[in-house]
């Protein structure tokens, strides 16, 4: 699904690596978590993923599918299937969530060439995921993030998810900011979508969501590289001991 | 010296650029006509150092050329083509009265200047040039001067009762060199109620005058679409007078053309009434909009509220000049103004001039002017979903100039604007 190779990324208005040579393959309908610690790369990884601006990539590929991704406009990516859920979901006042969701769904299915959904065929895929994600009519009609809590601004990303049905899903700590209730039912969001066509790679501090979304995977990412990888019990390593045990082993 | 030489030149030259009426007029008329046209000779014509005109070079207004301006043809749907309403066209200024609805509307009567004019007595007497004159006090208007001196098209428009459907002016432009006075004059009676809607470029170039008294608890909504014939000329001026819990609500459009300047006066004279100007723009290349406002706040516990929101790129200017003045003993007024624009590149300019005088003490009055970049953040995140960058960004623009539009009430009239930008930015798209 996923190739990484040797990803080098530099910030474009500073001389400053961030990532230093990232080597990673997610499998199909795999589950990969990567774990760090502060400033280790982690959210860089993900924007440079989704193309965002302000990043150079130095060296390295990164293919979806086995096309190169980093050639590709944000929007091209998303339509490739990429799917990025924002550590802090961007509130777009004047744009109502709907809009916004039919405007996304639809050019996507453009950008592929499939037949566009009609606003009574999308307001009926809509209402029914957007119930299961506990998020109200209300919630939809307003503009895009605007007044939404933390928790809803998260379940508002697993919504667009759902709906975008992308092949491959970036969660950027998805569980910051979430109480236990809340983390639970964009969980369930996240794991309702799991299949073997798609993919995860959840990037996250804490071991607690990976006890709700059960990767294949784990990787501990440290000064811009990926430095050890294993199963899921990696994670209740760091959760129990921190990284410095994991960083002087590498060192 | 030289300056006040041109402006008294400029004066001359376009008095005589427009010609007299050849049919006799009604003495009224004859004396409207004359207090302008001693206002105009005393003021002068614009002048680019004159303190109202410094952001808005008035040569293309005041040019004894007339301009050539293309004429568009083509199959577009016009604006508010919708709506029910009572239609009544121009053809380059001239009443079309075979292209137009019956001017027959329940509640409203509606005349024709030039018959009014022919009048010895008539009530537009009472309105026409009258509160034209009192808008010329303290900041010279000029062009509305001339107008009023020189106009012999329009309407006049008496409302008595609420009325059921709007009188809709439609502005055609067919002749490349016309140059127009268009001058409308509207009372309306107490607790009566009009909507006027305007469209269309109307000529290569515009001077326009609308006069608008509201009795007490009575309203007024306007709602207009500038557009079309990029490089037509305009100048229009809208002068409003407010008597107690009367309502004033219009609301502007402006997409294309190379020069338009949209004055609004407006004078509160009676207590707790309400009066509301916004306008949103789009400009792209040598597009030039200037808002330039004047609200009197003379009465008691009255709201005013400024909307403007300009969209502006490829080297388009967007100037807003707008002014608040509360009188001594308007107390309780609530004055609101905001002015932003979104500048879509680097080559784009927005001048702004904000102005609050007051001279009461309890008063809330607030401004607000800010000038900035598509946001992008917000524009990534849409991208980031599968949507294309030029569909994003017209995504933000709309939502920025939303919050201008939202100032209609009627959302038949709100959604027919949302169509015209719509329409527009999809056929600017790379």
């Given at each position: 699904m996923?190739?990484?190779?040797?990803?080098?990324?530099?910030?474009?208005?500073?001389?400053?690596?961030?990532?230093?040579?990232?080597?990673?393959?997610?499998?199909?309908?795999?589950?990969?978590?990567?774990?760090?610690?502060?400033?280790?790369?982690?959210?860089?990884?993900?924007?440079?993923?989704?193309?965002?601006?302000?990043?150079?990539?130095?060296?390295?590929?990164?293919q979806?599918?086995?096309?190169?991704?980093?050639?590709?406009?944000?929007?091209?990516?998303?339509?490739?299937?990429l799917?990025?859920?924002?550590?802090?979901?961007?509130?777009?006042?004047?744009?109502?969530?709907?809009?916004?969701?039919?405007?996304?769904?639809?050019?996507?299915?453009k950008?592929?060439?499939?037949?566009?959904l009609?606003?009574?065929e999308?307001?009926?895929?809509?209402?029914?995921?957007?119930?299961?994600l506990?998020?109200?009519?209300?919630?939809?009609?307003?503009?895009?993030?605007?007044?939404?809590?933390?928790?809803?601004k998260?379940?508002?990303?697993?919504?667009?998810?759902?709906?975008?049905?992308?092949?491959m899903?970036?969660?950027?700590?998805?569980?910051?900011?979430?109480?236990?209730?809340?983390?639970?039912?964009?969980?369930?969001?996240?794991?309702?979508?799991?299949?073997?066509?798609?993919?995860?790679?959840?990037?996250?501090?804490?071991?607690?969501?990976?006890?709700?979304?059960?990767?294949?995977?784990?990787?501990?990412?440290?000064?811009?590289?990926?430095?050890?990888?294993?199963?899921?019990?990696?994670a209740?390593?760091?959760?129990?001991n921190?990284?410095?045990?994991?960083?002087?082993?590498?060192? | 010296?030289?300056?006040?030489?041109?402006?008294?030149?400029?004066?001359?030259?376009?008095?005589?650029?427009?010609?007299d009426?050849?049919?006799?007029?009604?003495?009224w008329?004859?004396k409207?006509?004359?207090?302008?046209?001693?206002?105009l000779?005393?003021?002068?014509?614009?002048?680019?150092?004159?303190?109202?005109?410094?952001?808005t070079?008035p040569?293309?207004?005041?040019?004894?050329?007339?301009?050539?301006?293309?004429?568009?043809?083509?199959?577009?749907d016009?604006?508010?083509?919708?709506v029910?309403?009572?239609?009544?066209?121009?053809?380059?200024?001239?009443?079309?009265?075979e292209?137009?609805?019956?001017?027959?509307?329940?509640?409203?009567?509606?005349?024709?200047?030039?018959?009014?004019?022919?009048?010895?007595?008539?009530?537009?007497?009472?309105?026409?040039?009258?509160?034209?004159?009192?808008?010329?006090?303290?900041?010279?208007?000029?062009?509305?001067?001339?107008?009023?001196?020189?106009a012999?098209?329009?309407?006049?428009?008496?409302a008595?009762?609420k009325?059921?459907?709007?009188?809709s002016?439609?502005?055609?432009?067919?002749?490349?060199?016309?140059?127009?006075?268009?001058?409308h004059?509207?009372?309306?009676?107490e607790?009566?109620?009009?909507?006027?809607?305007?469209n269309?470029?109307a000529?290569?170039?515009?001077?326009?005058?609308?006069?608008?008294?509201?009795?007490?608890?009575?309203?007024?909504?306007?709602?207009?679409?500038?557009?079309?014939?990029?490089?037509?000329?305009?100048?229009?001026?809208?002068?409003?007078?407010?008597?107690?819990?009367?309502?004033?609500?219009?609301?502007?459009?402006?997409?294309?053309?190379?020069?338009?300047r949209?004055?609004?006066?407006?004078?509160?004279?009676?207590?707790?009434?309400?009066?509301?100007?916004?306008?949103?723009?789009?400009?792209?290349?040598?597009?030039?909009?200037?808002?330039?406002v004047?609200?009197?706040?003379?009465?008691?516990?009255?709201?005013?509220?400024?909307?403007?929101?300009?969209?502006l790129?490829?080297?388009?200017?967007?100037?807003?000049?707008?002014?608040?003045?509360?009188?001594?003993?308007?107390?309780?007024?609530?004055?609101?103004q905001?002015?932003?624009?979104?500048?879509?590149?680097?080559?784009?300019?927005?001048?702004a001039?904000?102005?609050?005088e007051?001279?009461?003490?309890?008063?809330?009055?607030?401004?607000?002017?800010?000038?900035g970049a598509?946001?992008?953040e917000?524009?990534?995140?849409?991208?980031?979903?599968?949507?294309?960058?030029?569909?994003?960004?017209?995504?933000?623009?709309?939502?920025?100039?939303?919050?201008?539009?939202?100032?209609?009430?009627?959302?038949?009239?709100?959604?027919?604007?949302h169509?015209?930008?719509s329409?527009?930015?999809?056929?600017?798209?790379?």
């Amino acid at each position: 699904m996923l190739n990484i190779s040797n990803l080098h990324v530099a910030l474009e208005d500073e001389d400053k690596q961030i990532l230093k040579g990232v080597d990673l393959t997610v499998g199909d309908g795999q589950v990969h978590a990567i774990m760090g610690p502060n400033g280790s790369g982690k959210s860089t990884l993900s924007y440079v993923l989704s193309g965002k601006g302000g990043y150079e990539v130095t060296a390295g590929s990164a293919q979806l599918n086995g096309v190169d991704l980093l050639e590709m406009e944000p929007e091209e990516r998303a339509a490739a299937g990429l799917f990025l859920a924002f550590q802090y979901p961007v509130e777009i006042p004047g744009v109502g969530n709907m809009t916004f969701l039919r405007t996304a769904v639809n050019s996507q299915r453009k950008a592929r060439g499939e037949a566009e959904l009609t606003a009574g065929e999308f307001l009926n895929i809509v209402r029914e995921k957007a119930k299961s994600l506990k998020i109200d009519a209300d919630m939809l009609k307003r503009p895009v993030n605007v007044g939404f809590s933390g928790g809803e601004k998260k379940r508002n990303e697993i919504l667009q998810m759902a709906m975008l049905e992308p092949k491959m899903c970036i969660l950027d700590e998805t569980d910051s900011g979430l109480d236990v209730d809340a983390m639970k039912l964009v969980a369930e969001g996240v794991n309702a979508l799991r299949s073997e066509g798609r993919s995860f790679l959840v990037i996250t501090h804490y071991q607690r969501l990976l006890d709700h979304i059960k990767p294949d995977v784990v990787h501990i990412m440290a000064n811009g590289r990926i430095i050890k990888s294993g199963g899921p019990e990696l994670a209740l390593e760091v959760e129990n001991n921190g990284y410095a045990d994991l960083l002087a082993e590498v060192a | 010296m030289a300056i006040a030489q041109a402006k008294y030149d400029g004066a001359e030259a376009l008095i005589n650029a427009y010609a007299d009426p050849s049919w006799v007029l009604g003495a009224w008329a004859v004396k409207a006509r004359a207090t302008a046209l001693a206002t105009l000779r005393a003021q002068g014509a614009p002048h680019r150092f004159d303190e109202y005109w410094k952001y808005t070079n008035p040569a293309k207004l005041i040019d004894p050329d007339t301009p050539t301006v293309p004429v568009l043809r083509d199959a577009e749907d016009r604006p508010f083509h919708d709506v029910d309403r009572v239609k009544l066209v121009f053809v380059d200024g001239v009443f079309a009265p075979e292209r137009s609805d019956d001017p027959k509307l329940s509640g409203v009567e509606i005349e024709p200047l030039k018959s009014a004019m022919q009048s010895d007595i008539h009530w537009a007497a009472e309105v026409f040039g009258k509160l034209e004159a009192s808008g010329q006090n303290p900041v010279a208007r000029p062009l509305a001067a001339l107008n009023t001196a020189k106009a012999t098209t329009g309407f006049v428009l008496r409302a008595t009762a609420k009325s059921d459907r709007p009188v809709s002016f439609i502005y055609l432009h067919e002749n490349e060199k016309s140059d127009t006075l268009i001058h409308h004059v509207v009372k309306v009676e107490e607790g009566a109620s009009l909507t006027i809607l305007e469209n269309g470029p109307a000529a290569a170039r515009l001077n326009m005058v609308l006069e608008i008294d509201i009795a007490d608890g009575a309203s007024f909504h306007h709602v207009r679409a500038q557009g079309r014939d990029h490089q037509r000329r305009a100048a229009t001026h809208l002068f409003a007078r407010l008597g107690k819990e009367s309502t004033f609500k219009s609301f502007t459009l402006t997409v294309n053309g190379v020069m338009t300047r949209n004055e609004a006066v407006v004078e509160f004279t009676g207590d707790d009434a309400h009066a509301t100007i916004a306008a949103a723009c789009a400009g792209d290349g040598d597009f030039h909009n200037d808002n330039t406002v004047f609200v009197t706040h003379d009465a008691v516990n009255c709201e005013s509220r400024q909307v403007f929101k300009k969209v502006l790129r490829n080297g388009a200017t967007g100037v807003f000049q707008g002014k608040i003045l509360v009188k001594a003993g308007a107390q309780k007024t609530d004055g609101y103004q905001i002015s932003q624009a979104l500048l879509l590149d680097d080559d784009s300019n927005f001048l702004a001039k904000p102005e609050l005088e007051i001279y009461a003490d309890d008063v809330a009055c607030s401004h607000g002017s800010t000038c900035g970049a598509i946001d992008d953040e917000a524009l990534f995140y849409l991208a980031s979903r599968g949507i294309p960058r030029a569909i994003a960004q017209d995504m933000l623009v709309m939502a920025f100039l939303a919050e201008a539009i939202e100032e209609i009430d009627d959302p038949t009239l709100a959604e027919e604007i949302h169509k015209r930008l719509s329409a527009w930015m999809e056929r600017r798209r790379d």
